[in-house]
């Protein structure tokens, strides 16, 4: 079954959730019950999401925990207006604690990503939220949130799948004890016919997207996958029964390419 992976403020996560982004409306709260009855145990949402409140109702209807992520939006930078935005995310989901808050992106050219660290580094030393965590940063942005707060984020969350694995960015992570979660973790589908991929998902008599996921969880990273089709839900979490092999990761390793991304630039986002 999932794990958890330990974070480096003494939490742990799920080492596998389901992202909720384009969720049908109205579908969210039976999608995300599906998905916890298929085996998830956390489920990653943001503002910008817009089912904050569906994703709360699912989770307060669940018997066992489930680990949530909330992300604060571009609109919601500055101190005053992420402590505003957490409360209004914090009543929407209707939990007791929110298990993980975000800044969804850096939003450089605003320069107001220290200010809003520094509410969430509030929202933590209160107890509103238990881990605090950024989206989308680069080393640069990371070195400057410790440098000027003294608080390294225990989460990254970051475009990351087969065709673009972030290398550069996992190393420097691995050094600072930062966890990675993968968002876009099946490249939004594309890369499911990736030639390679589907070797290797004969190979093991496992479709394709189960491949891709493994090859995160055994590399430690964290994806969350979005699927609204219970079934692919459940077939993207049916990945523990079964293990890469050294030339399926080398082949995996190869698919890798420095210009893979298909998101937005976080450098230019949200100006
Ligand atoms: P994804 O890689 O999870 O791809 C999702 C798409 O893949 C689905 O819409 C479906 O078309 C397809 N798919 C899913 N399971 C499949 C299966 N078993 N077989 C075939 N096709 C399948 O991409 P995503 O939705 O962009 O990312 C996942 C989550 O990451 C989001 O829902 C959201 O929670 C989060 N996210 C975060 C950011 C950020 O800036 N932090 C940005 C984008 C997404």
Known sequence: MNENIPLSDGNSIPNIGLGVFKMP???TVELVKTAIRSGYRAVDTAAMYGNEEEVGEAVRASEDPIFVTTKLWHSDHGYDAALAAFDRGYAKL????????????P????NLYV???NALIRLRDEGRVRSIGVSNFGVDQLERLVRETGVMPVVNQVELHPCFQQR????F?????I???CWGPLGQGRELATPAIIEI????ARTPAQIVLRWHVETGLIPIPKSSNPARQAENIAIFEFALDADDHAAIAALDDPAGRFGPDPMLLGN
Not at 168 to 171: D, V
Not at 173 to 177: D, K, L, M
Request: charged share 25%.
């Open 115 to 117: 200010d809003t660290w």
């Open 179 to 181: 966890a990675t979660i």
């Open 173 to 177: 992570h691995a050094e600072e004890g």
């Open 168 to 171: 550069a960015l996992r190393a």
């Open 94 to 105: 209707g939990l007791e604690q929110i298990d993980l808050c975000l800044i969804h992106w």
């Open 25 to 27: 409306a109205g579908e």
């Open 201 to 204: 998902a004969k190979k093991h």
């Open 107 to 110: 939003a450089p050219a605003r």
